[in-house]
């Protein structure tokens, strides 16, 4: 069994300031962090972003995906936003990881906290059948190995990925990078458009750093208390 405390990230998916602010507040000691992605980030503007950011640890999850040279700029241009965690596509291969992780480098070389690089490996709304759809005919499993190993080696610090590639990760990579982990439904929840599940207790046996969860936080008649309940079986798992 894992001795990781598995930290709760919620994932403010959503278009409207305001909504935002109001689960994040709702959410502020109930959550390790707050997730904003693509949809916060096109809808309210970078602005919005760093004020949400001044309350609560960050994982600014945009997941960039372009030549090197764009992408590390795109980050250089996301720095000032000091979040703890930010996301790249591991598909854009390693010069594209190794100049983005040295674009951070540089801008936290004066001694502030760097936010962790992480590559996504295999989204977890897709399955094996999704990945041969795009050409990709092997299972989820040896893909996000196979991405993750590459993208630990050019310099990412961790990966995103689903808690069933978490054993394999670690077998192969150790330790050292950080595990973080979409794709949680608490028993009974809806899936939505998930494929590669595990419940918030599974995730964290097999050894997630962090799961992050959305819709069955923000859906919920009571966001804080669906936030508490997953802590509380993050804590039950790893006793
Ligand atoms: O492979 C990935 C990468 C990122 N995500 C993000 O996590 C949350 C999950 O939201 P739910 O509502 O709990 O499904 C969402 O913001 C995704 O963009 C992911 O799900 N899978």
Redesign the pocket.
């Given at each position: 069994m894992s001795i990781r405390r598995t930290r709760l990230i919620a994932?403010l998916?959503t278009a409207s300031h305001d909504q935002a602010q109001h689960w994040a507040a709702a959410l502020e000691g109930k959550v390790d962090a707050i997730?904003l992605?693509?949809e916060f980030t096109y809808a309210c503007g970078l602005d919005a972003v760093k004020s949400l950011a001044a309350r609560q640890e960050l994982f600014l999850?945009l997941?960039l995906h372009d030549i090197p040279n764009t992408v590390a700029s795109g980050l250089r241009a996301l720095a000032p936003i000091q979040p703890s965690l930010m996301?790249i596509h591991a598909l854009g291969g390693a010069e594209m990881i190794s100049r983005s992780r040295a674009v951070l480098e540089e801008a936290f070389d004066d001694g502030r906290k760097r936010p962790k690089l992480l590559a996504?490996t295999?989204?977890?709304?897709m399955n094996e059948e999704s990945l041969a759809e795009i050409g990709i005919n092997t299972t989820p499993l040896k893909e996000v190995v196979r991405l993750g190993r590459m993208a630990v080696r050019a310099g990412a610090d961790g990966l995103?990925?689903?808690a069933h590639e978490i054993t394999a990760l670690r077998d192969a990579l150790g330790d050292g990078p950080e595990l973080v982990v979409?794709?949680?439904?608490p028993a009974g929840s809806s899936t939505?458009?998930?494929k590669r599940i595990m419940t918030p207790a599974q995730a964290a046996r097999a050894g997630a750093d962090w799961i992050?969860?959305?819709?069955?936080i923000?859906r919920a008649n009571d966001p804080a208390a669906a936030a508490q309940a997953i802590q509380d079986e993050l804590q039950a798992a790893t006793l």
């Open positions: 994932a998916d997730k992605g693509l999850d997941k996301t996504v295999v989204l977890t709304s995103v990925c689903s979409p794709g949680i439904r939505d458009d998930q992050v969860v959305g819709r069955p923000t």
